[in-house]
T-cell receptor, first 111, second 113 residues
Framework: GENVEQHPSTLSVQEGDSAVIKCTYSDSASNYFPWYKQELGKGPQLIIDIRSNVGEKKDQRIAVTLNKTAKHFSLHITETQPEDSAVYFCAVKAAGNKLTFGGGTRVLVKP | KAGVTQTPRYLIKTRGQQVTLSCSPISGHRSVSWYQQTPGQGLQFLFEYFSETQRNKGNFPGRFSGRQFSNSRSEMNVSTLELGDSALYLC????????????FGPGTRLLVL
């Protein structure tokens, strides 16, 4: 089955700096790559997603890049703010509606 | 538009008991998926329902089951609870197709004693 690895597991950045999280996947048939943010006591919230026919997508301070050849995709957060502190999950979908998640990255933005 | 709702939000059960969790998807969404989240295993897919039929299933024992009603609301049931079933159970809804974005509810936190 699909295997998704996410790095790093924890990330501490200074407010205003950039944060980058990387995920690799194993199934070359994967075609949908969402990123979720989960705050304490809440369910995962979709923050950005990308499909396999697109190499990069940006939404204000958040961007995702996809390299299908290398089977990896990354989340970039610029100008980080304290409210960006949370756990971030990448996910991958191949056939069907099943999402396979990475292990998560705990991001701490220090003011 | 209201988001995905899950009830109850918290639940405490003892080993051997059974439990039923409920999920109401976003209005108009017809697909409901269930995930289990634990510190050790992370987020794992349980199953997906669409038009009252199970469309996809993860690698969980038969003690985990679910169903979907004609109004798209879904329930999942866990029988003969084990300590390891303690987890956050998340429901996600999407419009219909398999390429649609999934939106998660707040989850039901189950503690098995």
């Amino acid at each position: 089955g699909e295997n998704v690895e996410q790095h790093p597991s924890t990330l501490s950045v200074q407010e205003g700096d950039s944060a980058v999280i990387k995920c690799t996947y194993s199934d070359s048939a994967s075609n949908y790559f969402p990123w979720y943010k989960q705050e304490l006591g809440k369910g995962p919230q979709l923050i950005i997603d990308i499909r396999s026919n697109v190499g990069e997508k940006k939404d204000q301070r958040i961007a995702v890049t996809l390299n299908k050849t290398a089977k990896h995709f990354s989340l970039h957060i610029t100008e980080t703010q304290p409210e960006d502190s949370a756990v971030y999950f990448c996910a991958v979908k191949a056939a069907g509606n099943k999402l396979t998640f990475g292990g998560g990255t705990r991001v701490l933005v220090k003011p | 538009k209201a988001g995905v709702t899950q009830t109850p939000r918290y639940l405490i059960k003892t080993r051997g008991q059974q439990v039923t969790l409920s999920c109401s998807p976003i209005s108009g969404h017809r697909s409901v998926s269930w995930y289990q989240q634990t510190p050790g295993q992370g987020l794992q897919f349980l199953f997906e329902y669409f038009s009252e039929t199970q469309r996809n299933k993860g690698n969980f024992p038969g003690r985990f089951s679910g169903r979907q009603f004609s109004n798209s609301r879904s329930e999942m049931n866990v029988s003969t609870l084990e300590l390891g079933d303690s987890a956050l159970y998340l429901c996600a809804s999407s419009l219909a197709g398999t390429q649609e974005t999934q939106y998660f509810g707040p989850g039901t936190r189950l503690l098995v004693l």
